[in-house]
């Protein structure tokens, strides 16, 4: 297996930020489930809101980061054929919700940190170091934005849920072993 993608399979980078964006997606989606339960002045597992707020943010920021190195490692290869065992209609399925999954990586940390911003809370990376605010407080934009970064939120969860039920319906009941495309050493 080679560093990019090439006609033989998905590259080493590839399976790396695929695998890291999904871990991070899960890791953001249980974190705001847990600060937004969470209530100001106590903890969950040890944490405070303000805590998970914060990791919250910095992961927001690491999955763009991300996002953008996969772009650009996405352009410096070729895309492997598609798998024998998809079939017309899956394989159209997948071509119209990747481009939603690759903009939900875009537009959800981008809203929060344009809701975050524009509201004037702030970002403390990982509690080291406090980002500056290249963005004036204002309340109709961080109103905007954390309306993006909600309805995102809620929306990846449609095209995520037909590609996640793909490869499982093909890992489970197909048994084709689809998913070992996406896995190390495949």
Known sequence: MGMLNSRHGYGAVTKFLH???????AFQYVG??????????????GLSQATYFNWHKSLGLTVLVLAVIRIINRGAGELPPWAATLSPFEQKLIHRV??????AMFVMPASG?????????GVMLFGIIELPNPIRTSPLLALAARFIHIATAFA???????????VIGHQFLEKDGLIRRMLSGS
């Open 19 to 25: 695998w890291a964006i999904v871990v991070l997606f």
């Open 156 to 166: 990846l969860l449609l095209p995520l849920g037909a590609h996640f039920g793909i």
């Open 32 to 45: 705001a489930t847990i600060m937004l339960r969470t209530d100001d002045g106590t903890t969950t597992l």
């Open 98 to 103: 990747e481009p939603l999954l690759y903009g």
């Open 113 to 121: 940190y344009l809701y975050t911003m524009a509201g004037g809370y």
